[in-house]
């Protein structure tokens, strides 16, 4: 078994797939698996990576009859893994060639209770020219879940939270921590969700090299969206039909969603009681300051309910 799995769930990627594919098998370590699950692409994707997968033996590749969703995918690449270390891959990102070997140093070198190890990111163009490091100020918080968990989505300067920009998903995780979260779900923002529910089971290591290039372009998945969105309320109908074409049309009520996935999570937590209630109280106090949205929302739903038929 290898000891590091990662996993590449791709749609219509054929512009940056290759780029991504090389940078993932020219790493300095090597003790890996590739698992690539194409969505019933319609462009040059499976072409590619049956390419790849013939030419070498880390790669194993599925494809999808239909397209499952992005989160469909990106859970499905995870079930197929096997490894006790586990990442995933966008089609579209690159990592330098130090990365799994700093992130697994990172992980082995902790007494077991970090959930991931990720590096800083370097922000690139469509042509892969660097743009800048992300160096954010995050608020950083080890010594408890509340603490961490304060440190997520505590009152506070929001662009200082580790949820931000969520680049910490694309870290290297122990699968351990993983099992038992909600993984990606079928909603906009789901990725601060997962990251919610790790924070709760272990600390972030952030490992001080620029080694997860993050590309900036306009075919992204949010930013399609946001240039087709005639509304707000049109916006998070299509991320959400993105994320599961079964949603499509229908309103995710993300921040409902959200504040209440936050709460479950706390209120699960395996903790002493003082320890849990502090969780809850931070997670209540998340949906205390978002019930405008939440309101907001509610009417939405209650509205489509109302329509007939």
Same mark, same amino acid.
């Not at 529910?197 to 001080?208: A, Q």
């Given at each position: 078994?290898?000891?590091?799995?990662?996993g590449?769930p791709v749609w219509?990627g054929e512009?940056?797939?290759?780029?991504?594919?090389?940078s993932?098998?020219?790493?300095?370590?090597?003790?890996?698996? *590739?698992?690539?699950? &194409?969505?019933?692409?319609?462009?040059?994707?499976?072409? #590619? #990576?049956?390419?790849?997968?013939?030419?070498?033996?880390? #790669?194993r590749?599925? @494809?999808?009859?239909?397209?499952?969703?992005?989160?469909?995918?990106?859970?499905?690449?995870?079930?197929?893994?096997?490894?006790?270390?586990?990442?995933?891959?966008?089609?579209?990102? %690159?990592?330098?060639?130090?990365?799994?070997a700093?992130?697994?140093?990172?992980l &082995?070198?902790d007494?077991?209770? +970090?959930? *991931?190890?990720?590096?800083q990111?370097? !922000? #690139?163009?469509?042509?892969?020219?660097?743009l800048?490091?992300?160096?954010?100020?995050?608020?950083?918080?080890?010594?408890?879940p509340?603490?961490?968990?304060?440190? !997520?989505?505590?009152p506070?300067?929001?662009?200082?939270?580790?949820?931000? !920009?969520?680049?910490?998903?694309?870290?290297?995780? @122990?699968?351990? +921590?993983?099992?038992?979260?909600?993984?990606?779900?079928? %909603?906009? @923002?789901?990725?601060?969700?997962?990251?919610?529910?790790?924070?709760?089971?272990?600390?972030?290591?952030?490992v001080?090299?620029?080694?997860?290039?993050?590309r900036e372009?306009?075919?992204?998945?949010?930013?399609?969206?946001?240039?087709?969105?005639t509304?707000?309320?049109?916006?998070e109908?299509?991320?959400?039909?993105?994320?599961d074409?079964?949603?499509k049309?229908?309103?995710?009520?993300?921040?409902? @969603?959200?504040?209440?996935?936050?709460?479950?999570?706390?209120?699960?937590?395996?903790v002493?009681?003082g320890?849990?209630l502090?969780? %809850?109280?931070? +997670?209540?106090?998340?949906? +205390?300051?978002?019930?405008?949205?939440?309101?907001?929302?509610?009417?939405?739903?209650?509205?489509?309910? %109302?329509?007939p038929?």
């Amino acid at each position: 078994m290898a000891r590091v799995s990662i996993g590449l769930p791709v749609w219509n990627g054929e512009a940056f797939l290759t780029q991504a594919l090389d940078s993932i098998l020219a790493q300095t370590f090597e003790d890996f698996e *590739l698992v690539i699950a &194409d969505n019933a692409s319609t462009d040059s994707t499976p072409e #590619i #990576i049956a390419d790849y997968a013939r030419r070498d033996p880390r #790669i194993r590749a599925f @494809r999808h009859e239909k397209n499952l969703g992005a989160a469909g995918n990106f859970n499905f690449v995870f079930h197929k893994s096997t490894a006790p270390y586990f990442r995933w891959a966008a089609y579209d990102d %690159m990592i330098a060639p130090e990365y799994l070997a700093a992130c697994v140093k990172a992980l &082995d070198d902790d007494d077991g209770s +970090a959930a *991931l190890a990720f590096p800083q990111t370097l !922000m #690139i163009d469509c042509n892969a020219k660097p743009l800048r490091v992300y160096d954010a100020v995050t608020r950083k918080a080890d010594a408890s879940p509340s603490a961490r968990l304060d440190g !997520m989505i505590g009152p506070g300067d929001h662009l200082k939270s580790y949820l931000h !920009m969520c680049f910490p998903v694309f870290g290297l995780m @122990r699968r351990s +921590a993983l099992e038992g979260t909600s993984l990606i779900a079928n %909603m906009p @923002r789901s990725d601060h969700l997962l990251l919610v529910e790790l924070c709760l089971k272990g600390r972030f290591i952030e490992v001080p090299q620029p080694l997860f290039l993050r590309r900036e372009h306009d075919s992204g998945s949010v930013i399609s969206a946001e240039k087709a969105a005639t509304s707000g309320e049109d916006l998070e109908k299509l991320l959400a039909a993105w994320f599961d074409p079964n949603k499509k049309g229908r309103f995710p009520a993300t921040a409902t @969603r959200l504040g209440l996935g936050y709460f479950r999570a706390a209120a699960r937590t395996p903790v002493p009681l003082g320890e849990k209630l502090a969780c %809850m109280r931070i +997670a209540g106090g998340w949906l +205390a300051r978002h019930w405008r949205v939440i309101g907001g929302e509610c009417k939405i739903l209650l509205r489509e309910r %109302m329509k007939p038929a």
